[in-house]
């Protein structure tokens, strides 16, 4: 019989990064849970559809409904990879290491995860605050357009 090698251990500094730099496509959790995870691998298509709605509107144009519909779907998984990175770093060492690493001290942390929840917190407040005008913004021209008559999309059609 062979004995079993404890967990690896799991730094609160590589999870806060990971998370801030490859969250949207789950690799912070891949990182914790091992890759059988079955919700860091539920980031690649949510991602990718995002990824889908940038391509179709670089291709189509801003007047195409489905990247409108799609890419708020990648500042969504942006920025919920920027508030993980952000908890991760903000999390206490001694929670962190009694919750990842039990029974195992943890070396200090130092500053590796204070300018990875520094880094997060610029990038995530960009993407979220981005990604609420952008649906704002088209939400309200979709109004426009379907409250016009024949759905005209020009003000100056609705002249007498």
Avoid: C
């Avoid at 500094?13 to 891949?30: D, F, K, M, N, P």
């Avoid at 070396?107 to 990604?131: D, Q």
């Amino acid at each position: 019989m062979t004995a079993q090698s404890p967990p690896a251990y799991r730094s609160k500094s590589w999870a806060a990064w990971l998370a801030l730099l490859g969250g949207a496509v789950g690799l912070h959790r891949i990182y914790l849970h091992g890759a059988g995870d079955k919700l860091a691998w539920a980031h690649v298509p949510l991602t990718a559809l995002g990824l889908l709605g940038v391509e179709r509107m670089a291709t189509f144009g801003q007047d195409d409904r489905l990247a409108w519909a799609l890419i708020p779907v990648l500042g969504l998984m942006l920025s919920q990879a920027a508030l993980l990175a952000i908890l991760y770093a903000l999390t206490p060492d001694e929670r962190w290491d009694a919750r990842r690493n039990p029974g195992r001290p943890g070396p200090g942390t130092r500053w590796a995860p204070v300018l990875a929840a520094i880094a997060a917190l610029m990038v995530g407040g960009i993407v979220l605050i981005g990604t609420l005008a952008f649906s704002i913004q088209k939400f309200f021209e979709w109004q426009l357009t379907t409250a016009a008559p024949g759905g005209a999309q020009n003000s100056q059609t609705l002249k007498p």
